[in-house]
C-alpha cells in the first residue's frame, strides 16, 4: 500500500499527479491534538533512509478565529542535532476553525524551497514553532507531539488498489500558497483503494465527459477538511445525462470506515423536469402499463416507487421501467391494485429514484455514514445516496449532523435518500438552522423491518419531499417541522413533529398507524396549515397530542383540509389541547372502499377549544358520499368537551355523539351554528340529549328550543339561563314548557319537564333546585314560575329545564324576569348553547356623554 500526495493539477489516475510519502516516517492518528507554541516541540524520530523530501504535510486541527503571527515546521536531524528545512507562513494563511483544538483543517502541505535528501541511517524528526502560542493545532496519537504526519518525496507513482491519496494544495512562505486541482478520471470497477483526505487548498473533482461511467471505490475513510472540496458535478458542469458517477465505500465491518464532511462537499447530476408524479388511473394487479399525470421524459431502465393507496402500507412497489411514451410507463406487472382517480383523490404518488450520481456503502449490511459537520458546506443535488448508516454506536446515523450550523450550510435538492437502516439512533438527523434546505428529495425505505429503528427525518424538512416505504416497525418518524408540498405514504409509523407556518399542500396517506401525530404546544406563533389530505392511514387521520403549556392566544388552522377512509376516526386526542384548533373548508367523511368510522370519537380527555367553521361530514367535494361514516360524526367524547361547528353540514342521517359521561356543569358539549348551511338553526348535544332551534313549534315567535333527551336514567337539559340579582333582593322568573305529541311525530314519555335553579352558594342556593314541575298534557303550552328567597350578595342565579327518556322531545319557550317585564325568546347562542339577556330591557330612549 502506497500513500499518495498531490504535487500539482492532474487527473487521479496519472503518475504525475503524486508524490510518494516515505513510509518510515508516515503517521495518521486523531488520537489527541497538540498546539504549536513559542517553544520548539518534537514528534518522535524516524529513519527515513536516502531519501530525497520535497516538503511535510501535518494533519492540522483547526485555527483561532482573527489569529496572529507566525508558524514554523521544521524537518530536523536528530542525529546530527541540525535544521533540514524550514517553511515558516502566517497563521492566518491558513483557515480559521473558531479554535485552535476545534474541527478539522486536514491535511496541510508545508514544501520546501527545493528537495532535500536525507542521509541513511541516521534520525529525523518533525519539529514546530510559533511566534505566537496556540494559534493552530495538530493532531498527534498518544505520545506528546508526536504529530500526524507525511514526508512527501520527489518520487512520483499512478494509484493501485489499497493506497491512500491525501489532497493538499502548496505553502512555500509567509502570505504564498496555492490549490492543487484532482480531477477524478478513474472508471474501474474492480480496483479498491484506501482512504482519500481532502485537505488544506485541495480540491478533488468528477471528470464531467460525456458518455462516461466514473467509479471510485474506497476502503477507507473520506475525509474533506475545512478548506478541502469535494465536487461531482457543479451547477455549471452537471454530470451528463450520458453518464454515471459513483462514490462507493467498502466497509469490512459496520462503520467501519466514514465520510466526514468539514469542508465542501458538492454533487449535481443531470436534473430532470420532475422527480414524481401521481397516477392518472387505477391499475389492477399484473398490469404492466401505467397511465400518469405528467410526460416525465423518464428513461427505459429507471426505477420507480409507486405508493400504496390502500391501508396496508406494504403494498408499495418497486419497479423498473422498459418504456416511456408521453405519459404512459410500460414496467413489470404490478403486484397489487393501486388508484389513480383525481375525482376521489385516491391517486398514488409515483416518484423515480435513479439519478446518474449515486454515492453508497458497498454491502447493505456493512454500510458507512456521512457525517457533517458546523462548518461544512454541502450541496447536493440530484444525487441517490443508497444503504448509509448501521451499526450499533450512539452516533451512527445514517446522515448525521451533531450541532447546529455556523458559517456552514446544507442544501439537498431532488436527491433521493433509500435503503438507509439504524440501530439505536437516527437514520437522518440534522440540527435545524437558517443554514439548511430540503427540497424536493426522496426518503425511501428508511429503516429495516427487524431493527429497532428510529426514523428521524431530520429536525426541518422544507418542500416537496416524498417520505415512502419507510419499514422502521418499532418506532417513530419524527421531525420538528414540515413545510409545504411534503409527501408522507407507505410508512411504518406516521409522521410525528409540527408545521411550518402557511404549510400547504402536505399530503399523508397509507401509513401504519396515524398519517399525523403532532403535540401541542408548537413554538413559533399561530399556524395556518392549508390543503392538507390526509386518508386511508390505518390509524386515524390525525392524532393531537396537548401538553398542560397555556397558550390561550395560540391559534393552529386548517384550511382546506380533505380527510377521509381513515381506519378509526379523522381526528383523535390524546391530552387537552391548551390552544385554539380550527378546522375552516374542511371535508370528513368516510371514503368508498376503506370506510372511517367518524370524524371524533374514542376521546379519553376533555376537547376544550376546538372549532369547524363550513366543514363538511359525510361530504367529498363532490357531495354527499354514499357510504359515509360507519358509526357517527361524533362517538364517545369525554365530559368536558367543548367542540364548536359553524355552517358546518352533516351528511346523511343525524350522528349523534355519546359522551363518556353524563354532564354535571351544563357546559360540555358539541354545538352547530347554522347546523347544515340553515341561518338560525342551531343544534347543541349534550351527554344525554340534543338540544336545537325549533323554528316550526313556537309559543310566542320563532324560534323555540327544542330539547331531546336520549336516556330515563340522566336528565337532558338546556343552557343556563343567567339572571343577575343583587344583594338582598330576590327575582320571579318564568317560561313557557310544551312536550310533544303524536301528531309531532312522536310523543314525548318521560317524566314531567321542570324548572330548575342551579346549585350556587354565592346565590344561598346549595342544592339543585326543583322551582317548577309541568302538570298539563302533551300539546300544551304551560308556564313554569318560580319566586326566588333574598339573596345575600351580588350574584348570578342559573336556571334551566330539565327532561328525561328515550322518546319525544321538550320545547321551551318565552323567558320572562320580573326586573324586565319583557318575553325573551331563544335566537341568540355563543359557544356554550342559547343566549337569553335576562338583565337588560330593551332600550329606548338613552343620552350618552363621551369624555375625549
Known amino acids: 500500500m502506497a500513500i499518495l500526495h498531490s504535487i500539482q493539477n492532474g487527473n487521479l489516475t496519472s503518475s504525475s499527479t503524486w508524490g510518494v510519502v516515505d513510509n518510515t516516517s508516515y503517521l495518521d492518528s486523531r488520537i489527541s491534538t497538540a498546539n504549536i507554541t513559542t517553544s520548539v516541540n518534537s514528534s518522535a524520530t524516524f529513519t527515513t533512509g536516502a531519501i530525497t523530501v520535497a516538503g511535510i504535510s501535518l494533519q492540522l486541527v483547526g485555527m483561532v478565529s482573527n489569529p496572529t503571527g507566525t508558524i514554523t515546521v521544521r524537518l530536523f536531524n536528530n542525529t546530527t542535532a541540525s535544521t533540514v528545512k524550514d517553511v515558516t507562513i502566517n497563521c492566518s494563511d491558513l483557515f480559521s476553525t473558531g479554535a485552535a483544538t476545534t474541527g478539522l483543517l486536514g491535511w496541510t502541505y508545508f514544501k520546501f524551497d527545493s528537495p532535500v535528501t536525507l542521509t541513511a541511517g541516521q534520525t529525523y524528526s518533525v519539529r514546530t514553532v510559533g ?25 512520483t507513482a499512478a494509484p493501485a488498489s489499497t493506497d491512500t491519496f491525501i489532497i ?21 470497477t474492480s480496483t479498491t483503494y484506501g482512504n ?10 468528477y471528470g464531467t465527459n460525456s458518455s462516461t461511467n466514473y467509479c471510485l471505490k474506497l476502503g477507507g475513510n473520506v475525509i474533506v477538511g475545512l478548506n478541502g472540496v469535494l465536487t461531482i458535478g457543479t451547477s455549471g458542469s452537471t454530470m451528463p445525462s450520458t453518464s454515471t458517477a459513483v462514490l462507493e465505500v467498502l466497509c469490512a465491518s459496520s462503520l467501519q470506515y466514514n465520510i466526514l464532511a468539514y469542508g ?10 420532475f422527480v414524481k408524479t401521481k397516477l392518472a388511473a387505477d391499475v389492477n394487479t399484473g398490469q404492466t402499463t401505467s397511465t400518469t399525470t405528467n410526460s416525465t421524459g423518464w428513461s427505459s431502465g429507471d426505477t420507480i416507487v409507486v405508493a400504496s393507496t390502500s391501508r396496508t402500507y406494504t403494498q408499495w412497489e418497486q419497479l423498473q421501467l422498459s418504456g416511456v411514451t408521453g405519459t404512459t410507463l410500460s414496467h413489470s406487472g404490478y403486484t397489487n391494485t393501486h388508484g389513480g382517480n383525481s375525482t376521489t383523490l385516491v391517486q398514488a404518488d409515483v416518484v423515480n429514484i435513479t439519478r446518474n450520481i449515486s454515492v453508497l456503502s458497498s454491502s447493505p449490511t456493512l454500510r458507512t455514514n456521512i457525517q457533517i459537520f458546523p462548518q461544512a458546506v454541502v450541496n447536493w443535488n440530484n444525487t441517490r445516496f443508497i444503504d448509509m448508516g448501521g451499526g450499533n454506536a450512539a452516533t451512527t446515523a445514517g446522515f448525521g449532523l451533531g450541532t447546529a450550523f455556523s458559517t456552514g450550510s446544507f442544501s439537498s435538492n431532488n436527491c433521493v ?19 439548511t434546505s430540503i427540497n424536493n428529495n426522496i426518503f425511501y425505505a428508511l429503516g429495516h423491518p427487524s431493527l429497532n429503528t428510529v426514523n428521524s427525518i431530520g429536525s426541518t424538512i422544507d418542500d416537496g419531499n416524498v417520505i415512502i416505504g419507510c419499514t422502521g416497525v418499532t418506532s417513530t418518524m419524527t421531525c420538528d417541522y414540515i413545510g409545504s408540498y411534503n409527501i408522507f405514504t407507505s410508512n411504518a409509523v406516521p409522521y410525528t413533529g409540527g408545521f411550518k407556518n402557511n404549510a400547504t399542500g402536505n399530503n399523508f396517506y397509507s401509513n401504519q398507524g396515524t398519517g399525523i401525530n403532532f403535540s401541542l404546544p408548537l413554538a413559533g406563533g399561530n399556524q395556518n396549515l392549508t390543503n392538507f389530505l390526509v386518508w386511508r392511514n390505518s390509524n386515524g387521520g390525525i392524532i393531537i397530542n396537548g401538553s398542560n403549556s397555556y397558550q390561550r392566544d395560540f391559534v393552529i388552522s386548517f384550511v382546506g383540509m380533505r380527510n377521509f377512509g381513515n381506519l378509526g376516526g379523522a381526528i383523535g386526542f390524546n391530552a387537552r389541547c391548551n390552544v385554539k384548533i380550527l378546522f375552516d373548508t374542511s371535508y370528513f367523511y368516510g371514503g368508498e372502499t376503506f370506510v372511517q368510522t367518524n370524524a371524533i370519537g374514542g376521546v379519553s380527555v376533555p376537547i376544550d377549544a376546538v372549532y369547524f367553521n363550513r366543514c363538511y361530514f359525510g361530504y367529498s367535494d363532490s357531495g354527499l358520499t354514499s357510504s359515509n361514516f360507519s358509526s357517527a360524526v361524533f362517538t364517545n367524547l369525554t365530559n368536558g368537551t367543548s367542540i364548536n361547528l359553524n355552517n358546518c353540514y352533516l351528511g346523511g342521517a343525524e350522528f349523534i355523539p355519546i359522551l363518556g359521561l353524563p354532564v354535571s356543569n351544563l357546559n360540555c358539549t358539541v354545538q352547530s351554528f347554522n347546523h347544515n348551511g340553515i341561518v338560525g338553526s342551531y343544534k347543541q348535544w349534550l351527554g344525554n340529549g340534543v338540544v336545537s332551534s325549533d323554528t316550526t313549534i313556537f309559543n310566542n315567535s320563532s324560534p323555540s328550543i327544542r330539547i331531546t333527551p336520549h336516556t330515563s336514567i340522566y336528565k337532558a337539559s338546556n343552557s343556563l339561563l343567567k339572571v343577575p340579582v343583587a344583594s338582598g333582593t330576590s327575582v320571579t322568573v318564568s317560561i313557557d314548557v310544551r312536550k310533544s305529541t303524536i301528531s309531532d311525530g312522536t310523543d314525548y314519555t318521560g317524566n314531567q319537564p321542570r324548572l330548575m335553579l342551579a346549585f350556587n352558594p354565592t346565590c344561598g342556593i346549595t342544592a339543585e333546585t326543583v322551582c317548577d314541575t309541568m302538570s298539563v298534557s302533551n300539546g300544551i303550552w304551560e308556564t313554569l314560575t318560580y319566586t326566588s328567597s333574598n339573596v345575600p350578595n351580588d350574584c348570578v342565579m342559573d336556571f334551566y329545564v330539565d327532561c328525561d327518556g328515550t322518546n319525544g322531545w321538550v320545547n321551551i319557550d318565552n323567558w320572562v324576569t320580573n326586573s324586565n317585564i319583557d318575553t325573551k325568546g331563544f335566537k341568540y347562542w355563543d359557544s356554550f348553547g342559547n343566549y337569553v339577556d335576562s338583565y337588560f330591557s330593551p332600550i329606548t330612549t338613552k343620552a350618552y356623554t363621551f369624555l375625549s
Open 131 to 155: 511566534s505566537v502560542s496556540n494559534q493552530v493545532g495538530v493532531y498527534r496519537d498518544g505520545t506528546a507531539n508526536n504529530y500526524s504526519r507525511a514526508l512527501v518525496t520527489t518520487t
Open 168 to 188: 493538499s494544495g502548496e505553502h512555500t512562505s509567509a502570505g504564498v500558497n496555492s490549490g492543487y486541482t484532482i480531477t477524478m478520471d478513474s472508471t474501474s
Open 417 to 435: 435518500f433509500m435503503n438507509t437502516a439504524q440501530f439505536n439512533t437516527t437514520v437522518f438527523s440534522f440540527v435545524r438552522t437558517s443554514n
Open 196 to 205: 482519500l483526505y481532502v485537505g488544506t487548498r485541495g480540491t478533488l473533482n
Open 264 to 273: 465542501t462537499f458538492t454533487t449535481f447530476g443531470a436534473p430532470r423536469n
